[in-house]
């Protein structure tokens, strides 16, 4: 077979039969990484998902002191043991760890790619596939987030902000440096909340990202929010929307940081919307130190992150009786979804039982009435 017709990812590919090796184990597993990571760019996966279980895989045969043409079900079964018992991992993260062990196992079990027969050539022995339905984690829950993950309650987002706010005041105030990553990140939580944005959505805005709504004038240039970097679903592209702008303040605190602090940074000329003082473009690790930074000195608790924005988003305005079909705006495809954020209060829910016993009684009395 010519090595055009070979699939992307064969043995083929990535060694010479006939060539001999001097760390033939370690080669030949690096071999098999690169023909692994090669097939799943053909199949479009994204370069974080590809490097990530690539990181697994290695992490796998590292503890097991094992190659994978020797691997078996035990050595899985004691590295899930390890991880749960010892490092605590969440039920979701090894589920992910057994998703990315198995799927490097049904690559090197397949025929269509060579990589069993290379195996039985040179070591006698073969990989098989060590995840099965007996030692691995079911997917049950729809949402399998901590607990402890909730939405702002509205005073506790008014005191978040306005804490924010204060930063940037004492630090001006004092004529000390760093009042303009303060501002930064002050006016980025807000915005994240504003739109209920994801915390990469609100990382990949740029200046551009933003325009007018013929709906609501009042608005100006910040009546929609076009997001271009959406969670992406399996092997597809970022998944864009558009969302309408709901609060008059979101508009104006953008309005200020575009025309009056954003220029003042020297990279401001990228057209990023959150430059910071040394790059175009703000990192996760400032805009999650800052976040806990400003939790903490309040005394929340940790289970609210950088994604409690999002959810009190859609909470907030169940809350403010917005119609639940608005809640599309967050991008989710099914209401059930946007159902896992809600976490209304229990006043809400106090006064909706309220009004519908209200409504029962008078449709009840109605008849008698009328009598």
């Given amino acids: 077979m010519s090595r055009n017709s070979l699939a992307p990812g064969a043995a083929g590919l990535h060694l010479v039969s006939d060539l001999p090796l001097l760390r033939p184990d370690e080669q030949v597993f690096t071999a098999m990484l690169d023909g692994w990571r090669n097939q799943q760019l053909a199949r479009n996966l994204a370069f974080s998902t590809i490097e990530g279980r690539e990181k697994t895989v290695r992490a796998f045969a ?11 079900p035990q050595m899985l079964d004691e590295w899930m043991g390890d991880l749960r018992a010892v490092r605590g991992l969440k039920r979701s993260t090894l589920r992910n760890y057994q998703g990315a062990v198995c799927s490097f196992c049904n690559f090197a079990v397949d025929p269509a790619y060579g990589w069993a027969a290379t195996c ?12 099965h339905e007996w030692n691995a984690a079911v997917h049950v829950e729809v949402a399998e987030a901590d607990a402890a993950k909730r939405p702002f309650t ?75 970097h959406g969670k992406a679903k399996k092997g597809s592209p ?85 119609d639940a079909r ?20 229990s006043d809400f829910r106090t006064r909706t039982l309220r009004r519908a016993l209200d409504a029962t009684m008078e449709a009840a009395l109605r008849p008698a009435r009328r009598a």
């Fill in 154 to 228: 509205q005073d506790e987002l008014q005191a978040f902000f306005d804490y924010a706010d204060d930063q940037v005041t004492k630090v001006r105030g004092r004529g000390r440096k760093g009042w303009l990553p303060a501002f930064r990140d002050a006016v980025l939580f807000k915005t994240a909340y504003a739109f209920g944005l994801r915390r990469n959505e609100t990382r990949m805005l740029d200046t551009v990202d933003f325009g007018r709504n013929p709906e609501g004038p009042e608005f100006g240039d910040y009546g929609v929010c076009y997001v271009r």
């Fill in 238 to 322: 970022c998944k864009r929307r558009s969302v309408l702008t709901v609060w008059d303040w979101s508009a104006e605190i953008l309005q200020q940081w575009n025309e009056e602090v954003r220029p003042l940074f020297a990279t401001s000329g990228a057209g990023a919307l959150w430059p910071s003082e040394r790059s175009a473009r703000i990192g996760f690790s400032q805009m999650n130190t800052r976040f806990a930074a400003y939790r903490d000195a309040l005394g929340l608790d940790e289970g609210l992150d950088f994604h409690s924005f999002r959810r009190s988003y859609v909470t907030h305005l169940i809350e403010d009786g917005w």
């Fill in 62 to 72: 590292r503890h097991a002191d094992a190659f994978p043409w020797t691997w078996s």
């Fill in 326 to 345: 608005f809640q599309q705006q967050v991008g989710h495809d099914y209401a059930s979804t946007t159902a896992i954020y809600t976490c209304v209060s």
């Fill in 120 to 131: 039985e050539e040179r070591f006698g022995t073969h990989p098989i596939q060590v995840v």
